[in-house]
């Protein structure tokens, strides 16, 4: 968290009352950044006001950051794909794409793939997998994947 009342090392004397306003993109921690720095907060407000010349910024910040992504070889994340340490809470397909089915009126209906993170037990804190019954059949009880 920046000070917005620090003064720069080696900055004027008079800086002092500076005032710092920052504007991220979106809330991810490699969003790119804004700063916008004045002597008084209405110095500040007067220039973040200025939208003309803020979206230019903006644009600019914004084409130097996919260049940057870019360069770096880093696409922006598919969709649906999971954010951070990959837990497997959330998925709702199985990692290598398999597929389950039980069958109901002479049909195969595919199972409904369940992930997550045991919370007792002898295997607490290890991943699990299982297909469901997407019917809740009591005749099919779920099948556990292991590897
Ligand atoms: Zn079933």
Sequence with gaps: MTNPFETE????????SGVTASVKF?????????????????????????TEAMNGVVDA??????????KAGVSAPAPGAKPGS????????HPTGKKMYCEHDGQQVERVYKSGVAKSGKNAGKEWRAF????????HPRIWDRD
Excluded at 9 to 15: C, I, K, S, V
Excluded at 63 to 69: E, I, T
Aim: hydrophobic letters at 30%; a negative charge.
């Design 61 to 70: 910040v914004a084409a130097l950051d996919k260049y940057a992504h870019d």
């Design 26 to 50: 979106h809330a991810g921690y490699d969003s790119p950044m804004i700063v916008v720095k004045g002597g008084s907060a209405r110095q500040v407000l007067t220039m973040l006001e200025d």
């Design 132 to 139: 469901d019954c997407a019917r809740g059949d009591e005749n």
């Design 9 to 16: 090392q080696g900055g004027p004397a008079t800086d002092n």
């Design 86 to 93: 990959g837990r497997p809470a959330s998925a709702t397909q």
